[in-house]
């Protein structure tokens, strides 16, 4: 049980255009989604609280306007990175909430050329 | 804030030795602890957790017991295997509403035959 999916694994794009990267929760329902950015060899970064039916929250220095995040439905959160950068690029993990622990997903490697 | 520490540095050590990760926090009332593993290119999963004081979280091997008197959550396993090479990750959920997580920096952990 508690198991969350990514989609997709890994995205290449082109500078300027938009990424949108999706989790679900598979066999439970979150209604607190989270949104986490890796750098190499770095501890999680939280970049935003997804509450479902609601805007989300940001953490401070994460621009709600680049990063949107909408969590339409009680199994599905969608983070989409607009106008990317070089600078984006990063391994973006999400979790859902169940009782007091997170479950994961498997991450997305966003790299943009 | 809540905080956590991790020791500094990878560990590398032989297959069945015994493994210690030292974790300490800081926060104000009692959360709740949890250690992540995270393999090579995959995101987080939850190893263990524990609630409440004295609570020991154990899961594949491995203890952790929440001292609140020395604010500790030391990961143990006495026999590691080359498959339990990963990066642990200490992390505490606040007590808002939402039980965000609070990371430590992770430890490379590394087995040798």
């Known amino acids: 049980g508690a198991v969350v999916s990514q989609h997709p694994s890994r995205v290449i794009c082109k500078s300027g255009t938009s990424v949108k990267i999706e989790c679900r929760s598979l066999?439970?329902?979150?209604?607190?989604m989270f949104w986490y950015r890796q750098f190499p060899k770095k501890s999680l970064m939280l970049m935003a609280t997804?509450?479902?039916?609601?805007?989300?929250?940001?953490e401070q220095g994460v621009e709600k306007d680049k990063f949107l995040i909408n969590h339409a439905s009680l199994t599905l959160s969608t983070l989409t990175v607009t106008s990317a950068h070089p600078e984006d690029s990063s391994f973006y993990i999400c979790?859902?909430?169940?009782?007091?622990?997170?479950?994961f997903g498997p991450g997305t490697r966003l790299l943009v050329l | 804030g809540n905080s956590v520490t991790q020791m500094e540095g990878p560990v590398t050590l032989s297959e069945e030795a015994f493994l210690t990760i030292n974790c300490t926090y800081t926060a104000t009332g009692y959360p709740s602890l949890f250690w992540y593993v995270q393999y090579p290119g995959e995101g987080l999963q939850l190893l263990l957790k524990?609630?409440?004081?004295?609570d020991k979280g154990s899961n594949k091997g491995f203890e952790a017991t929440y001292r609140k008197e020395t604010t500790s959550f030391h990961l143990e396993k006495g026999s590691v295997q080359v498959s339990d090479s990963a990066v642990y990750f200490c992390?505490?959920?606040?007590?808002?509403?939402?039980?965000?997580?609070?990371f430590g920096k992770g430890n490379q952990v590394v087995v040798i035959p």
């Open positions: 066999d439970f329902q979150a209604t607190t």
């Open positions: 992390a505490l959920s606040d007590l808002g509403g939402n039980n965000r997580l609070a």
């Open positions: 997804s509450n479902e039916g609601s805007k989300a929250t940001y």
């Open positions: 979790s859902a909430r169940e009782d007091r622990a997170q479950y």
């Open positions: 524990a609630t409440k004081a004295d």
